[in-house]
């Protein structure tokens, strides 16, 4: 048994060396690459030394460059609709005539040449001549015509005619009455309407009116016993002629 000496190191195996040579080279280029920056160079396929930063050729060439090319043409006609203005033409206005004036009022029957002042059969309270008088200050010779269609019955004209008088208000006499001038038969006749209703006239002075049409109404007005119309005419607005026989010879029997 070989005994060893101190004082004495032996030298390490060409085994160790060779290991710690290699372990050190592998931290040399390790630490070589992280400081390596990245323009660095590097040795392409081709033999040619290259930067990091710049593309191998066959990568330039697997992306062509793209170009536009513009040329000048003739401008692409646009249609456009197209559209005709017509005048319109406004015709003038047109004249309208004003409203013709409403008819006067008629009592039913009305536009004969003569007629009765109602129409049908209507009671006669008095004829015309001598009688009894009925009031006081009426006379004893009746010159005139009772009849007695109800109080506020219209009373319409017996002929075409022109008034002649209106009396509107109750004078003690024949009261509320009308005057109305005709021409029958070529003679001048004057009808007088009285003992009307207060305000029911429906005419005025010197106002024409036809046959039929409404004066008043009757009322009892004036000397009278009660409601009723007392009808007078007169040849040439002087004269006094009885009113029945006169009208059943120029308008008929009532």
Known sequence: MRKRRTGFVAPPSRRRQASAVTAMTLV???????????????????????????????????????????TAQAPVPVQVDSYTATEIVVPPPVAVAPAAAAAPAAVAGSGSAVRWPFPGVTRISSNYGPRSAP????????????????????????????????????????????????????????STYGHMLEGSITVSEGE??????????????????????????????????????????????M
Request: hydrophobic residues 40%.
């Open 135 to 190: 009031c006081a200050g009426c006379s004893t010779f009746h010159d005139g015509l009772d009849m007695n269609p109800g109080v506020g019955t219209p009373i319409g004209s017996i002929a075409d005619g022109v008034v002649s008088s209106v009396t509107n208000f109750d004078d003690g006499g024949l009261g509320v009455h009308v005057l109305v001038d005709h021409v029958v038969d070529g003679q001048k006749i004057t």
């Open 28 to 70: 040399a280029m390790l630490t070589t690459m992280g400081a390596l920056p990245a323009q660095a160079a590097y040795l392409d396929t081709d033999g040619a030394t290259r930067t990091l930063a710049e593309p191998a050729p066959a990568l330039r060439q697997a992306a062509p460059e793209q170009s536009l090319t513009v």
């Open 208 to 253: 024409s009116v036809v046959a039929g049409q409404q004066l008043g109404s009757v009322g009892s007005t004036g000397q009278s016993t009660g409601p009723h119309m007392h009808l007078e005419l007169h040849l040439d607005g002087v004269t006094a002629v009885d009113p029945y026989g006169w009208l059943t010879e120029h308008a008929g029997p």
